[in-house]
């Protein structure tokens, strides 16, 4: 290896542990900001409780179900008009 090439070797390692050493302190730096500050975990974590130490929130099971039982909440909240969710039938029923 020549001495020129030993140089940009060197040059390049130290560029790129420099650029991987600022990546991880930024990444610590945001991460602590939003523990630190209830609005940015809330605006990280919509679905999340930042009083009760990241607790599911009511809404995060709302997201879970299907959108025929949102449809009908919104319906039933609104007052527009009570839309029925269709039932599951059970395959016992019959007997």
């Excluded at 930024?26 to 602590?32: R, V």
């Excluded at 099971?61 to 909240?77: G, H, N, W």
Aim: glycine content about 4%.
């Amino acid at each position: 290896m020549t001495t020129r090439n030993f140089h940009l070797a060197t040059a390049f390692k130290t560029i790129a542990l420099a650029a991987a050493l600022s990546a991880v302190a930024a990444t610590a730096a945001s991460a602590q900001a939003a523990i630190s500050e209830p609005a940015a975990y809330q605006a990280l974590y919509p679905y999340r409780d930042v009083l009760n130490n990241g607790a599911p929130t009511p809404a995060a099971k709302l997201v879970l179900e299907p959108p025929e039982v949102l449809q009908r909440l919104q319906a039933q909240e609104s007052g527009i008009g009570i839309v029925q969710a269709p039932r599951r039938i059970s395959h016992r029923a019959g007997r």
